[in-house]
C-alpha cells in the first residue's frame, strides 16, 4: 500500500470514530434529552444510590465545577435530586430520582462502556498497542497537552465544563 493510501485510511478510521461518537451523541440527545456526560454521570449516580459531588468528580475525571453543571442541568429535568446524608449531616448526597432511574433504564449504555467491553476482550499486547497508537496519534496532532476525561462525546462543552481539574 502506498504512503498515501496508508495516511488516507488512518484519516478515514480517525472520522469513522468520530462520526460514531457524533451519531451516539445525537441519538442521546434526541431520543432522550441527555448528553453523554449526563448519560454517565446518572449511570454512576444510580450505581451508588447516593454519592456525594466530590467523589462524582474524582470518578469521572472532571473538576467540581463542570459535575456541578452537569447535576443542576440533570436535578433541573427531575432526574436526581440532592439530599443530606443521614449519617452525615453537613454532606450533600446526590440520588437519583424513579424518573432517573426509568430513564437510565431505557437509554442505550454509554459508547466508552460498549468499548471497553470489546477492548477488554484483547489481549495485553493487543490493548497496548492500541494505547501507543492512540497516544502517538493525539501527539500527532498536537493534543497530548489537553486535559479531557474518559467521556465520548460529541456535543460543544459547556461554559462550566472549559474548567479543567
Do not use: C, W
Not at 29 to 34: C, G, T
Not at 115 to 138: C, M, Y
Amino acid at each position: 500500500m502506498a504512503d498515501n493510501d496508508l495516511s488516507s485510511s488512518v484519516l478515514i478510521a480517525l472520522r469513522q470514530i468520530m462520526r460514531a461518537v457524533e451519531l451516539h451523541s445525537k441519538k442521546l440527545e434526541k431520543n432522550y434529552n441527555l448528553t453523554g456526560p449526563q448519560l454517565i454521570l446518572l449511570n454512576q449516580i444510580v450505581k451508588r444510590d447516593g454519592i456525594p459531588m466530590s467523589a462524582l468528580a474524582i470518578n469521572m475525571s472532571l473538576s467540581n465545577a463542570t459535575i456541578t453543571g452537569i447535576v443542576d442541568r440533570l436535578e433541573k429535568r427531575g432526574l436526581v435530586k440532592r439530599t443530606r446524608d443521614s449519617s452525615d449531616r453537613r454532606q450533600i448526597l446526590i440520588k437519583p430520582t424513579e424518573n432517573g432511574i426509568e430513564t437510565l433504564k431505557s437509554a442505550p449504555s454509554p459508547l466508552q462502556e460498549q468499548f471497553i467491553k470489546r477492548f477488554k476482550e484483547l489481549s495485553e499486547n493487543g490493548q497496548k498497542a492500541i494505547v501507543a497508537a492512540l497516544e502517538r496519534v493525539a501527539t500527532m496532532m498536537k493534543a497530548e497537552h489537553l486535559e479531557v476525561a474518559p467521556v465520548l462525546s460529541a456535543r460543544p462543552l459547556q461554559d462550566d465544563e472549559l474548567n479543567n481539574k
